[in-house]
């Protein structure tokens, strides 16, 4: 079974850049089908979809963060990576990582969430 684990600092200045890291075992990152996803929920908010890097290396990004996004991969360390520019106040938020499977239009798995702070 397809395991995720995110990794990355818990606190970021404003202005600066968030990076983290989602370490996926049991499966690999180029099998067919999977579409590797960012999903963030702020503190008393609902989810909110980031975006997703496809087996193929193809991204794809929501339409409320996307200038400030960018997820790309390590196919030998079998990891994706979420890159946020210019975080600010409206970022903190606890972060998860999943595998999106189009053929059943389902989460197969998710990581436990990592939280993140924004503070100076």
């Known amino acids: 079974q397809v395991q995720l684990q995110e990794s990355g600092p818990g606190l970021v200045k404003p202005s600066q850049s968030l990076s983290l890291t989602c370490t996926v075992s049991g499966g690999s990152i180029t099998t067919n089908d999977y579409y590797w996803t960012w999903i963030r929920q702020p503190p008393g908010k609902g989810m909110e979809w980031i975006g997703y890097?496809?087996?193929?290396?193809?991204?794809y990004y929501g339409p409320s963060l996307k200038s400030r996004t960018t997820i790309s991969r390590d196919t030998s360390r079998n990891q994706f990576t979420l890159q946020l520019s210019s975080v600010t106040p409206e970022d903190p938020a606890v972060y998860y990582c999943a595998s999106w499977r189009s053929h059943c239009r389902a989460y197969a798995s998710w990581g436990h969430g990592t939280q993140v702070t924004v503070s100076t």
């Open positions: 890097i496809a087996y193929s290396g193809s991204t």
